[in-house]
């Protein structure tokens, strides 16, 4: 899947890199799953971007995906300052995008940061937002938050009424813990998914039932 974002897209992700970058304004995070590893409570915005948000890699394969699956509805749970809610919505700018953020102030960061883009941003935590949610089927879904792998499976699990079998579930930082790699694992080898990627920090899953169960390690190329 080697797509490459056209230089109008490059031009506008470079626009936002710089901008968080230079951004040194501290902000109180709220944090409803797993604590940083790194930052403390208060945070820059270059901080959090360095350490928290999709890097570009990781950002580039959601572009990819948006790109190639071209989904009509796409929920992202983790939406920090947008960076990568920018590269969804770019890869495909037809589908309706939802994205959630919980922290209050990482909210207004990011909806400043993807204003005048026709995607919805929800201030809840994931449960409250899941549970407000239509009750439309969803083409792709970003789970980026949280970081707890019992979080993880029951996040998917309130979702699955809105999963259809080809539905792109992309799950971040699947070894950020023991639990979260245990839950990945769980997830892959269940008899409910039949296709995974792993692509190391990220990791892939379709329900596909039409097919046999295939596992994949990849790496993302720049």
């Known amino acids: 899947m080697k797509i490459e974002p056209h230089s109008e897209d490059k031009?506008?992700?470079?626009?936002?890199?710089?901008?968080?970058?230079?951004?040194?304004?501290?902000i109180a995070v709220e944090d409803h799953?797993?604590?940083?590893k790194k930052l403390k409570l208060n945070r820059?915005?270059?901080?959090?971007?360095?350490?928290?948000?999709?890097?570009?890699?990781?950002?580039?394969?959601?572009?990819?995906?948006?790109?190639?699956?071209?989904?009509k509805t796409t929920l992202e749970l983790g939406t920090s300052l947008g960076f990568g809610t920018l590269h969804l919505f770019l890869g495909h700018p037809d589908s309706h995008i939802i994205t959630i953020e919980g922290c209050p102030?990482?909210?207004?960061?990011?909806?400043?940061?993807?204003?005048?883009?026709?995607?919805?941003?929800?201030n809840k935590t994931f449960n409250?937002?899941?549970?407000?949610?239509?009750?439309?089927?969803?083409?792709?879904?970003?789970?980026?938050?949280?970081?707890?792998?019992?979080?993880?499976?029951q996040y998917i699990k309130k979702l699955d009424s809105r999963i259809h079998e080809n539905t792109v579930l992309i799950l971040d930082d699947i070894r950020w813990s023991d639990s979260m790699l245990t839950a990945w694992n769980e997830l892959r080898n269940s008899a409910e998914f039949n296709l995974s990627m792993d692509f190391f920090k990220m990791g892939v899953l379709m329900k596909r039932p039409q097919q046999r169960k295939e596992h994949f390690y990849l790496r993302i190329k720049k």
Do not use: C, W
Request: glycine letters at 4%.
């Open 128 to 153: 409250d937002a899941i549970d407000t949610l239509n009750p439309e089927k969803i083409d792709l879904i970003f789970i980026d938050g949280h970081h707890d792998g019992n979080a993880l499976k």
């Open 105 to 122: 102030q990482t909210y207004q960061i990011a909806k400043s940061n993807l204003e005048n883009k026709p995607i919805d941003l929800i």
């Open 33 to 36: 799953g797993a604590k940083s």
């Open 44 to 71: 820059a915005i270059n901080q959090i971007f360095r350490t928290s948000g999709s890097s570009r890699q990781n950002a580039l394969l959601l572009y990819r995906f948006s790109n190639y699956f071209k989904p």
């Open 11 to 26: 031009a506008e992700v470079n626009s936002l890199t710089r901008r968080l970058v230079n951004n040194k304004m501290k």
